[in-house]
Protein backbone atom coordinates (compact mmCIF):
# COMPACT_ATOMS: atom_id res chain seq x y z
CA UNK A 1 0.00 0.00 0.00
CA UNK A 2 1.42 3.73 -1.40
CA UNK A 3 1.60 6.22 1.79
CA UNK A 4 -1.50 7.78 -0.63
CA UNK A 5 -3.72 5.21 -0.23
CA UNK A 6 -2.64 4.41 3.14
CA UNK A 7 -3.93 7.93 4.06
CA UNK A 8 -6.48 7.89 1.97
CA UNK A 9 -7.80 4.84 4.11
CA UNK A 10 -7.28 6.41 7.28
CA UNK A 11 -9.73 9.41 5.75
CA UNK A 12 -12.24 6.98 5.27
CA UNK A 13 -11.88 4.91 8.56
CA UNK A 14 -12.04 8.62 10.15
CA UNK A 15 -15.39 9.09 8.25
CA UNK A 16 -16.61 5.59 9.78
CA UNK A 17 -15.58 6.59 13.38
CA UNK A 18 -16.89 9.78 12.98
CA UNK A 19 -20.28 8.40 11.91
CA UNK A 20 -20.27 6.01 15.06
CA UNK A 21 -18.89 8.02 17.84
CA UNK A 22 -19.90 11.48 16.88
CA UNK A 23 -17.68 13.99 16.89
CA UNK A 24 -13.98 13.93 17.69
CA UNK A 25 -14.61 17.08 19.98
CA UNK A 26 -17.11 15.85 22.31
CA UNK A 27 -15.77 12.15 22.65
CA UNK A 28 -12.40 13.22 24.26
CA UNK A 29 -13.72 15.58 25.86
CA UNK A 30 -16.34 13.08 27.31
CA UNK A 31 -13.28 10.62 27.92
CA UNK A 32 -10.92 12.91 29.21
CA UNK A 33 -13.52 13.87 32.00
CA UNK A 34 -13.46 9.55 32.73
CA UNK A 35 -10.02 9.62 32.46
CA UNK A 36 -9.35 12.84 34.80
CA UNK A 37 -11.52 11.11 37.49
CA UNK A 38 -9.75 7.63 37.26
CA UNK A 39 -6.46 9.25 37.10
CA UNK A 40 -7.06 12.02 39.74
CA UNK A 41 -5.91 15.06 37.88
CA UNK A 42 -7.48 16.78 34.72
CA UNK A 43 -6.89 15.29 31.42
CA UNK A 44 -7.47 16.70 28.54
CA UNK A 45 -9.13 15.76 24.94
CA UNK A 46 -5.98 16.38 23.96
CA UNK A 47 -3.62 14.91 26.22
CA UNK A 48 -6.07 11.66 25.44
CA UNK A 49 -5.11 11.40 21.32
CA UNK A 50 -1.58 11.59 22.46
CA UNK A 51 -1.53 9.28 25.14
CA UNK A 52 -3.43 6.75 22.26
CA UNK A 53 -0.73 7.67 19.51
CA UNK A 54 1.72 6.38 22.15
CA UNK A 55 -0.09 3.44 22.54
CA UNK A 56 0.11 2.87 18.93
CA UNK A 57 3.79 3.62 18.47
CA UNK A 58 4.36 1.25 21.75
CA UNK A 59 2.39 -1.59 19.27
CA UNK A 60 4.39 -0.65 16.81
CA UNK A 61 7.94 -1.55 18.49
CA UNK A 62 6.30 -5.04 18.68
CA UNK A 63 5.79 -5.33 14.89
CA UNK A 64 6.87 -2.01 13.05
CA UNK A 65 4.87 -3.33 10.16
CA UNK A 66 1.36 -3.62 11.52
CA UNK A 67 -0.56 -2.00 9.01
CA UNK A 68 -4.15 -1.45 11.26
CA UNK A 69 -1.70 0.76 13.91
CA UNK A 70 0.00 3.06 11.37
CA UNK A 71 -3.66 3.95 9.78
CA UNK A 72 -4.79 4.76 13.17
CA UNK A 73 -1.87 6.75 14.01
CA UNK A 74 -2.59 8.90 10.99
CA UNK A 75 -6.44 9.00 12.51
CA UNK A 76 -5.36 9.73 15.48
CA UNK A 77 -2.83 12.78 13.98
CA UNK A 78 -6.06 14.09 12.32
CA UNK A 79 -8.18 13.68 15.37
CA UNK A 80 -5.32 15.50 17.64
CA UNK A 81 -5.46 18.18 14.89
CA UNK A 82 -9.18 18.74 14.94
CA UNK A 83 -9.23 19.04 19.27
CA UNK A 84 -6.35 21.23 19.29
CA UNK A 85 -8.53 23.54 16.78
CA UNK A 86 -11.33 23.45 18.30
CA UNK A 87 -9.45 24.25 21.59
CA UNK A 88 -7.98 27.31 20.43
CA UNK A 89 -11.49 28.33 19.05
CA UNK A 90 -13.16 28.25 22.25
CA UNK A 91 -10.04 30.31 24.20
CA UNK A 92 -10.19 32.96 21.88
Known sequence: MSGET??????????D??????????????LAKRWSLTLGHTVTPADVVRCLIDLKLTR???NPKHQDSIVDLA???AVLHEVVQ??????V
Not at 6 to 14: E, I, K
Not at 17 to 30: H, W
Open 86 to 91: QQETRH
Open 75 to 77: GYA
Open 60 to 62: LDN
Open 6 to 15: MLMHAASVFA
Open 17 to 30: RLTQYGEPRTFFET
